[in-house]
């Protein structure tokens, strides 16, 4: 059993590593540049976004030199006022964290790499009886869903996101917005997104509002999101998961292969 479940496990990162850690991972970049290992990504509203397949066999100097390097590339466009460095938990990466703080990068909280298969949530899972599910695809409705999800997570109401969440919506790359309501009320959110030329389906942005969670709309709607991604040919699904939603998806069959912590910079 002990070996099943390491065979599960290296499989599922092998295909993380091969299949997601490449444009695949950005699929609403405006701009990607190459810098020796990294990729530099640009996303609109002056966000910019470092992350690679693997630092190769580097030292702690190296390693330095690749994040200076690459906050002075985001530091002259002055249209950039934050940067995140995706980390991840399993790269060999001597001296990255003192690196990044050295630079002025502030660690968020970690989250769990979390891979499964598809069929394994795509479950029918009772919802109470004043509570639906429906996809989204109308202005006025992506606004409301964004806000609700900046709420939940204790931001400020941005429409930032929701301008991008519709510029993505227009170039039909299959992107899917999810949400339960109760009433007028969102409820629960978030977004399915099958990754091009891969095994793959991302699963994203889940939030649910306190007082209606353990209840089972956010599985229900992880349900929804399962069963499209089937249908659109994908096997396995991939999420980057809090506290909250990791249980969840760990009673589905799910593991978890690594840990990803973003570092962010301001200017």
């Known amino acids: 059993m002990v070996n099943d479940e390491t065979d599960v496990y290296a499989r599922f990162l092998a295909k993380y590593d091969e299949q997601l850690r490449t444009d695949a991972e950005t699929p609403s970049a405006i701009q990607v540049t ?5 990729r530099l990504v ?47 938990g399993h790269d060999f990466a ?3 964290h003192e690196a990044l703080l050295e630079h002025g990068f502030i660690p968020e909280e970690p989250e769990s790499i979390m891979i499964g298969e598809a069929k394994r949530l ?3 899972v009772p919802l109470p009886k004043q509570v639906t599910l429906r996809q989204v695809t109308a202005e006025s409705d992506v606004r409301a869903m964004s806000a609700m999800q900046d709420e939940v997570f204790g931001d400020p109401v941005s429409q930032e996101m929701a301008d991008a969440l519709l510029r993505r919506l227009s170039l039909a790359d299959g992107m899917e917005l999810w949400i339960a309501e ?22 994203w942005g889940g939030a649910t509002r306190g007082e209606w969670r ?3 709309i956010y599985r229900a709607l992880t349900a929804a999101r399962a069963r499209s991604a089937i249908a659109a040919g994908k096997t396995l699904i991939h999420s980057d998961s809090t506290e909250y939603s990791r249980p969840i998806l760990e ?9 990803t912590t973003p570092y962010l910079w301001k200017r």
């Open 182 to 203: 109760a009433g007028d009320e969102i409820v629960t959110a978030g977004r399915l997104e099958p990754v091009r030329d891969s095994d793959f389906a991302g699963i």
């Open 42 to 88: 640009t996303f609109a509203g002056g966000r910019g976004f470092i992350t690679y397949q693997h630092l190769g066999d580097v030292d702690a100097v190296v390693i330095r030199g690749l994040v200076s390097e690459a906050l002075d590339y985001f530091r002259s466009d002055e249209s950039i006022d934050r940067v995140e460095w995706k980390s991840r």
């Open 34 to 38: 190459r810098q020796g290992l990294l």
């Open 214 to 216: 353990g209840q089972g």
């Open 122 to 124: 795509a479950v029918d």
């Open 94 to 96: 001597p001296g990255l």
């Open 251 to 259: 009673r589905s069959g799910f593991v978890a292969v690594s840990t």
